[in-house]
């Protein structure tokens, strides 16, 4: 018989926009996790012709799907903005999927025999769902300041911009609240200085 199948640990990978999450994510996949990208499954539903497709054209109608079949993003934008329940709907669709869809990877991932799942949720503190599916979540911390230059230094979006968007996240404090380990990525550390942290929780989460 095969020896006994032990359970990879799953982690949830968090952190503001700008903070080095996804270079965390990939540092850790490169040690040999398992990386599930929330952002990018939910994009995926809501691409041509995705899963939450037939559901957002039951909802809110065929002018909000676009030429491809995917999510007509600015007039839902729009709606959104207009109408503030129609987010907490368009989530109440997208939600689900994603984490139906972040299980069956996950499966996959156990199958497969990875020793540690990485879930990416980028609003992993906004919402209470994931909890009972982590063993452990890991938070990605930096001061206001360096997510801004660094955003800032990487898109074309104006300052007043990502300081909307780093208000309309999570604060750090409720971030480093639900965190079991955080890893420090301010402007003074290097990605070598990152790497090393980061090889320290892999060892914890058992890489
Ligand atoms: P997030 O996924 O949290 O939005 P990223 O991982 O994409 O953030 O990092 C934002 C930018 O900052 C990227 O261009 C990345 O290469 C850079 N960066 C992140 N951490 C460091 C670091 N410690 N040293 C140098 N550059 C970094």
Redesign the pocket.
Known sequence: MAAAHTHPVRIGLT?G???????VGNMLATLGAVLIDADQISREATGPHGAAMGAIRATFGDEYVDASGALDRPRMRELVFRQPNARAQLESIIHPLVTQQSSLHAQQAVAAGAPLIVHDIPLLAESGRWARQLDAVLV?DCSTDTQLE?VVR?SDLALDVVRGIIASQASRHTRRAIADVVIT?DAD???DA?QDQVGQAARLFGL
């Not at 926009?17 to 270079?23: A, F, L, V």
């Open positions: 952190g926009i700008g903070s080095g999450k996804s270079t990605v660094r990487r990525n550390c290097s990605l990152l």
